[in-house]
């Protein structure tokens, strides 16, 4: 099937600084892919919506100016946490839409 | 928008049948998934009902009514491996395939 691909697994950055998740879809063109954050035993959020070529789609509630979304390509999404602080350490999960969502690793932020 | 209900938690035994359900009010539907997430890692595919009825993949099956905003997923034989979340997620049709999730259901398999 589908590979979506998530880097990095885990980071550990310090507070205000920025932090930037790749997210590529490896064997299909994905022209929109989804930004989710996953809090302990809570269930995945959608933050965004990415599409090729044109601007993130914010959910209410999520801060565009926080969360940068930049998707230059059919097969790149990438997303900046910026100014980080430690209420923004979560669980970070990209997919991208075939037929099904596919989903990345994700990402493990610890904002310290 | 949409609202998804599924049951917090559930305990089932090691070879049993445990059935999860999971109903949504929706705007407008195009399809329903169901997930499987161990604790830490990203969720995976389980199944995808688009039309009504029942779809069989190997020990799990799921099922969808429509009409009664209702979905059902049947683990048969269970594993302990099986112990994890099971999130269910409707994909609508005013948004390019964006999918609102369920809480999840925790099951526990015990021996």
């Known amino acids: 099937g589908a590979v979506v691909s998530q880097h990095p697994s885990w980071v550990i950055c310090k507070s205000g600084t920025s932090v930037k998740i790749e997210c590529r879809s490896l064997d299909f063109q994905a022209t929109t892919m989804f930004w989710y954050r996953q809090f302990p035993k809570q269930s995945l959020m959608l933050m965004a919506t990415s599409n090729e070529g044109s601007k993130a789609t914010y959910e209410q509630g999520v801060e565009k100016d926080k969360f940068l979304i930049n998707h230059a390509s059919l097969t790149l999404s990438t997303l900046t946490v910026t100014s980080a602080h430690p209420e923004d350490s979560s669980f970070y999960i990209c997919?991208?839409?075939?037929?099904?969502?596919?989903f990345g690793q994700g990402t493990r932020l610890t904002v310290v | 928008g949409q609202n998804i209900d599924q049951p917090t938690e559930m305990t089932a035994t090691e070879g049993a049948i445990v059935q999860i359900n999971c109903t949504y009010q929706t705007s407008g539907f195009n399809g329903l998934f169901w997930y499987q997430q161990h604790a830490g890692e990203a969720p995976t595919f389980l199944s995808y009902?688009?039309?009504?009825g029942l779809e069989e993949k190997g020990r799990f099956s799921s099922f969808l009514s429509r009409s009664k905003g209702y979905s059902y997923l049947l683990l048969k034989e269970l594993q302990m491996k099986d112990s994890a979340s099971y999130l269910c997620?409707?994909?609508?049709?005013?948004?390019?395939?964006?999918?609102?999730f369920g809480d999840g259901t925790t099951l526990t398999v015990k021996p």
């Open positions: 997620a409707v994909r609508d049709n005013t948004n390019a395939g964006k999918s609102t």
């Open positions: 009902n688009v039309l009504d």
């Open positions: 997919s991208a839409q075939d037929t099904e969502a596919f």
